[in-house]
């Protein structure tokens, strides 16, 4: 996958992120959360020193040598679960704001996803606009009884999404995250 563009030759190459691409990471993140930008920066680094957080999968976007957009899945399970099912949690993802509705972020959870899948990924969960994330299979988990890890209030209800791995056999629970994405300031608008 590294270097990838699929059959697009448009599309943004999308790589494994390496130590190097620390700093243009966080300044990415920065720029795309604004006033959320501290959270954000803090969750990253917080994520990348939580074993729990571990397998993590830190994607890149590239374009003109540097990082235009980031994405980051970490280890979610389901209590309680079928033995065996693995399953990931999307955040955050962040494109640059100069470069935004060009394919990035679509390049990256595309990419992501495919990563997953071959892996035998069995769930993935995320925390965001279902406007954005139903193109890439995502639907509202609480109706398919996936709890979240905290209560959301009302307007995050249809945010809180599930995306089942075609030929998985799903599963229904409580959803938990990494330690430190358990914290309830991260499930609060
Ligand atoms: C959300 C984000 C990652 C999308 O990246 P992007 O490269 O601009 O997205 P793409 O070009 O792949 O996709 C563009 C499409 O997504 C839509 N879109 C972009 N941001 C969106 C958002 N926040 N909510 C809903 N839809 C959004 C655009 O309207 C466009 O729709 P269309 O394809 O129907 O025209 C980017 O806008 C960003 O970094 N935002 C700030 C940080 C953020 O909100 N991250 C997501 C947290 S869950």
Redesign the pocket.
């Known amino acids: 996958m590294t270097g990838s563009r699929g059959s697009n030759p448009h599309a943004p190459a999308v790589r494994p992120a390496t130590p190097a691409d620390g700093g243009a990471i966080e300044r990415l993140h920065r720029r795309?959360?604004g006033a959320e930008g501290d959270t954000i920066v803090t969750l990253l680094g917080d994520l990348a020193r939580d074993p729990t957080a571990a397998p993590r999968l830190s994607l890149v976007a590239e374009a003109d040598g540097e990082a235009v957009?980031h994405v980051l899945f970490t280890a979610a399970r389901i209590e309680p679960g079928p033995p065996g099912l693995t399953c990931r949690i999307l955040?955050?993802?962040?494109?640059?704001?100069g470069?935004?509705?060009?394919?990035?972020?679509?390049?990256?959870v595309r990419a992501g996803l495919d990563v997953l899948d071959a892996a035998g990924v069995d769930l993935v969960f995320?925390?965001?606009?279902p406007?954005?994330?139903g193109?890439f299979g995502f639907v509202p988990a609480t109706p398919a009884g996936l709890v979240p890890p905290h209560p959301l209030v009302p307007e995050f209800a249809d945010a809180w999404m599930e995306r089942t791995r075609a030929g998985s056999p799903g599963a229904q629970g409580r959803v938990r995250c990494a330690d430190v994405l358990e914290e309830p300031r991260y499930w609060r608008p």
């Open positions: 795309a959360f957009g955040a955050p993802l962040a494109v640059d704001p470069r935004q509705g060009r394919g990035i972020g679509t390049a990256l995320v925390l965001g606009d406007a954005y994330y193109r």
